[in-house]
């Protein structure tokens, strides 16, 4: 069967690796899905979106994978640099146009 | 157009007071939203503006709380009687009302405008 990446609070990465960060989002009917960054003390930046008649969306260096079956999202970022450390959340959009957001994700990155 | 502006970036009052912040969006989005993050948590809604049309409120939003979009343009959030437990950052964002290229509806955030009520 298909494995589901669980959704981890933190997630420590050496420089250079691939990450994978995992989110569960909730409501079935949820047409649209993005992923963001968070800096400390600054808004959420957009890193790459996707929406639900797809399952898979590259950008660069960001891929993001949708399981619509187990409502399951995932963000890989190739090569990780020590930029990217920051909170990262995803956020779904249901018919009412609003996000809803996941429980972020701390990435650190270990030079 | 450099994306969402937030005016002021910090805010301290003390309570009591009233306070208000002012959120410019992309030029073209015609939604305009009101987020409110807590630390440690992700962004939660507060409210939406389809041009200048407020077209839903969470229970989040209480009585104290009012939002404007006078011209379907810039937007302001007004909190009267501060609270400490109104401490967080305010966050707006703005996205198309279809979807268009690129970044599909273009959903994009500020800076926000942290609050702190003593």
């Known amino acids: 069967g298909e494995s589901v990446g669980l959704h981890l609070p933190t997630l420590s990465v050496q420089e250079g690796d691939n990450s994978i960060i995992n989110c569960a989002y909730s409501n079935s009917a949820s047409d649209y899905f993005i992923w963001y960054k968070q800096e400390s003390g600054k808004g959420p930046q957009f890193i790459i979106d996707i929406r639900s008649n797809m399952d898979k969306r590259q950008g660069q260096r960001v891929t993001v994978l949708l399981n619509k079956t187990v409502k399951h999202l995932s963000l890989q970022i190739a090569a990780t640099q020590p930029g990217d450390s920051a909170v990262y959340f995803c956020a779904e959009r249901g018919n009412d146009y609003k996000l809803s957001f996941g429980a972020g994700t701390t990435v650190t990155v270990r030079a | 157009d450099t994306g969402v502006s937030q005016d002021p970036r910090h805010k301290i009052t003390k309570r009591g007071q009233n306070v208000t912040f002012r959120c410019d969006p992309i030029s073209e989005h015609n939604r305009l939203y009101w987020y409110r993050q807590t630390l440690g948590q992700g962004p939660e809604f507060l409210t939406y503006?389809?041009?200048?049309?407020?077209?839903?409120k969470s229970r989040l939003l209480s009585d104290r709380f009012s939002a404007e979009r006078p011209k379907g343009s810039f937007s302001t959030l007004e909190i009267q009687r501060t609270e400490q437990g109104d401490s967080a950052m305010y966050l707006c964002?703005?996205?198309?009302?279809?979807?268009?290229?690129?970044?599909?509806?273009?959903?994009?955030f500020g800076s926000g405008t942290r609050l702190t009520v003593v």
């Open positions: 964002a703005s996205s198309r009302l279809n979807p268009s290229g690129g970044s599909n509806y273009g959903y994009t």
């Open positions: 503006f389809q041009n200048e049309a407020q077209l839903e």
